[in-house]
Each structure stands twice: as C-alpha cells, then as structure tokens.
C-alpha cells in the first residue's frame, strides 16, 4: 500500500514537472462566462465600454481605408513592381516586430498604456500624411512612422479595452468591439477604393482626418488610469 501511494505521488510530481517545462497550468474554472448574459444593446449601455468601442471602429476604418488605397498607391502613384510593394511590406513586418517587442516594453516602463494610445496615434496620422506625396524615401519614413505608431497604440488599446471590460464580461465585449471592427473593415475596405479611384493619393488625408480624431478623442482615457 505504501509502495503504491509512493509511486502515485511520482506520477503526480512527474506530470506536473512536465507541465512546468510547457508552461501549462490547469485551473479550476467555476464562473460561468457571460454570467450577466449580456447582449449587444447592454453592452453598449456602458458607459466607458460605449466609448472603447466606438474608438475601436474608427481604429479599424482608418486602417482599412489605407489598406486599400496603398496598394493602389504603389502600383498607379510610385510605380513600384510586385517584388518593390512585396520588399515594402517585407521592412515594415520586421519593422513592427521590433516595435512591438523591445521598444513597446521600454515604452511602458515610462508611459501609461493610455497616452501610448495617444501617442501612437498621433504618430499614425504624421504617417497617413507622408503617404501623399509620391516619393519612395517618404514611403518608407513613413513605414517607419506606421510601425512605431500601431506598435505602441494597438496593444496598448487593446489592453485597457480588456482592463476596463473586466474579468467576467471579458469575452462578450470583446466580441462586441470585434464585431464593430469588422463593420468598420468592411466600410473601410470599399471606401478606400472608392475614394482613392476619385481623388488618389489625398485619400490618405481622409485616413489621417479619422486617426487624428481618435488622437483627440484618447485623451477621454487619461481619466480610466
């Protein structure tokens, strides 16, 4: 008897040996998700949680209103090859990667995620601007620009979204501000190409104009710190 419990409690040490090397943890989980079972309308009820949302969805329409108007831009504006746009994008990814790592870290040991977000944002509407003129050096500064401001602002908004949400109704609004997001995509996707097919390259004024106005609007979140 004594040798089976001895080695039930290996078996249990080993396993939980294993786990440890994976960073895996079991947890106990007893609260129901959604326990308020909280809909659209409730959710946008709240008040803090009203306004988080609507910054997400004019987030995600700028983004969306560059995403199309860029690619347009390189070929009809900079002349570029799919090799030069596939090389653009090649920088920016690595460029983002080092923004959101070691910079965004050092970053947050002087500024509050809150003016992160401003910060950011500001730096993603300079970036918008820079895309106008037709100039390959300019594109890439503002690459630069691009990276530096969605590394240090989207995260940074996407964590205080999940403070202020809570614990328990974490899930269903975060559902609820992907749900705007995708909206926001959707009419961003196609009035970025509607616009720059009629005015070109002073269609990413028109995404400055909404990043800028999320830029005013951050400063709101100085109060939820």
């Known amino acids: 008897m004594q040798r089976m419990i001895s080695i039930k409690y290996f078996l249990f040490n080993a396993k939980n040996d294993i786990n440890k090397v994976f960073s895996f943890q079991c947890k106990e989980c007893y609260k129901e998700p959604n326990p308020k079972k909280l809909g659209y309308k409730d959710v946008l009820k709240i008040k803090e949680i009203s306004f988080l949302i609507v910054l997400y969805f004019f987030?995600?329409?700028?983004?969306?209103?560059?995403?199309?108007a860029f690619p347009?831009?390189?070929?009809?504006?900079?002349?570029?090859?799919v090799t030069q746009m596939g090389i653009f994008y090649a920088v920016l990814s690595g460029m983002m990667i080092l923004i959101q790592g070691p910079v965004l870290r050092q970053a947050l040991k002087i500024f509050s995620e809150e003016k992160l977000v401003i910060i950011g944002s500001?730096?993603?509407?300079?970036?918008?601007?820079l895309f106008v003129a037709?100039?390959?050096?300019?594109a890439y500064i503002a690459a630069i620009f691009f990276a530096l401001g969605n590394g240090l602002m989207w995260p940074s908004f996407m964590s205080v979204l999940s403070r202020v949400a809570g614990n328990e109704n974490q899930g269903v609004i975060q559902g609820v501000a992907s749900s705007f997001g995708s909206i926001a995509s959707i009419i961003g996707l196609i009035l970025g190409g509607v616009l720059y097919s009629t005015i070109g390259a002073s269609t990413f004024l028109i995404g400055a104009a909404v990043i800028f106005f999320v830029f005013i609007m951050s400063f709101r979140l100085l109060k939820y710190k």
């Open 59 to 68: 987030i995600f329409l700028g983004f969306n209103i560059f995403y199309t």
């Open 72 to 81: 347009n831009h390189a070929v009809v504006g900079l002349k570029w090859s």
């Open 122 to 129: 500001v730096i993603l509407g300079i970036n918008f601007i």
């Open 134 to 138: 037709n100039s390959t050096a300019l």
